[in-house]
């Protein structure tokens, strides 16, 4: 089993930056993709980053460029640097592990990212 906990939401003006951390707790496998989704009010649940253990990382068109996902193994912790911030990067964002070995997905609870114009 593997619990996430997500922190660094919080109000930002247009342009501005901030830093979401989420770290696991259990066993994280080599295989595991570790990863943030996010989701705006009304809206689906959509991917902006993953990052595999060997660092190889995948990122939505609207979030390149701007956003930097990263990880540090040795504490099993993601992060997610968002700089040049938008109103539409308004959602709670959410942390992920995407277990392939078992086709299973672990959820963080979520933290409210909110971008003022």
């Known amino acids: 089993q593997v619990q996430l906990v997500e922190s660094g939401g919080g109000l930002v003006q247009a342009g501005g930056s901030l830093r979401l951390s989420c770290r696991a707790s259990?066993?994280?496998?080599?295989?595991?993709?570790m990863g943030w989704y996010r989701q705006a009010p009304g809206k689906q649940r959509e991917l902006v980053a993953t990052i595999t253990i060997g660092g190889s990382a995948n990122y939505a068109d609207s979030v390149k460029g701007r956003f930097t996902i990263s990880r540090d193994n040795a504490v099993r912790t993601v992060y997610l640097q968002m700089d040049s911030l938008k109103p539409e990067d308004t959602a709670v964002y959410y942390c992920n592990v995407r277990r392939t070995a078992w086709d299973k997905d672990y959820w963080g609870q979520g933290t409210q990212v909110t971008v003022s114009s």
């Open positions: 259990g066993i994280i496998l080599i295989s595991d993709v």
